[in-house]
């Protein structure tokens, strides 16, 4: 079936500095989403990609849809302590929609 | 617009014991999906309804879990009996008209319910 991974699993920030956490997909997907879940709290959507080789922006993060549509970035420019949480990214195949572990985030400042 | 409303926020049981789990999703959302999420994890969907009918249940437990959308709208998810294993957190989801497709993939979630089964 279809596996989404993510990597790292942890990311350790120093605050101002810029990060990026992968997605990996074993089959080509139809589109692939990103969300954000805060501890204790529930994944909220963040983008939605469709296009290959897509590249979508939302102020500090830069989304990024591989070229075979098979793997995604999540790329963090000037991290700051509101960015804590785990970023999951979900890829959609036949329908379905798979969701990766996630990268936990933690910031210092 | 009101969100995806789920209850009990928190349940805390008995291994072997039974427990069922409410969500109601957005006013107009024909999708609904419930996840188990185990801490460190991601969401593992486990049913996925379009209206009243079951689209996606190949990942739940049919042994012991069972659910139902019975009127299109709000949903249960049940678990008979209950086993360590399945303490997690509960979430349901919903998302606008449609099968899939285009740009209306989006899902909203609940704040979810957190099961510990000791």
């Known amino acids: 079936g279809q596996q989404v991974m993510q990597i790292p699993q942890y990311q350790h920030v120093q605050e101002g500095e810029d990060f990026t956490t992968y997605c990996n997909s074993s089959?080509?997907?139809?589109?692939i989403q990103w969300y954000k879940q805060r501890p204790g709290g529930h994944p909220v959507f963040l983008i939605q990609?469709?296009?290959?080789?897509e590249v979508k922006k939302q102020k500090r993060l830069t989304f990024q849809f591989g070229e075979a549509k098979k793997n995604s970035s999540l790329h963090i420019t000037a991290t700051q302590t509101t960015d804590v949480g785990t970023y999951f990214c979900?890829?959609?195949?036949?329908?379905?929609?798979?969701f990766g572990a996630g990268t936990t985030v933690t910031v210092r400042a | 617009e009101a969100g995806v409303a789920q209850s009990p926020r928190y349940k805390i049981i008995e291994k072997r014991q039974s427990v069922a789990f409410w969500c109601n999703p957005i006013?107009?959302?024909?999708?609904l999906y419930w996840y188990q999420q185990i801490l460190g994890q991601g969401p593992k969907l486990l049913i996925q309804?379009?209206?009243?009918?079951?689209?996606?249940d190949s990942q739940l437990p049919k042994d012991r879990f069972s659910a139902e959308r019975l009127k299109g709208v709000d949903s249960t998810l049940k678990i008979q009996p209950a086993k360590l294993e399945d303490s997690a957190v509960y979430l349901c989801?919903?998302?606008?008209?449609?099968?899939?497709?285009?740009?209306?993939?989006?899902?909203?979630f609940g704040p979810g319910t957190r099961l510990t089964v000791l």
């Open positions: 989801a919903s998302r606008r008209p449609g099968l899939a497709g285009g740009s209306t993939d989006t899902q909203y």
């Open positions: 979900a890829g959609t195949n036949d329908y379905k929609l798979s």
């Open positions: 990609l469709v296009k290959s080789g």
């Open positions: 006013s107009g959302h024909a999708t």
């Open positions: 309804f379009q209206n009243n009918g079951v689209v996606d």
């Open positions: 089959t080509t997907l139809s589109n």
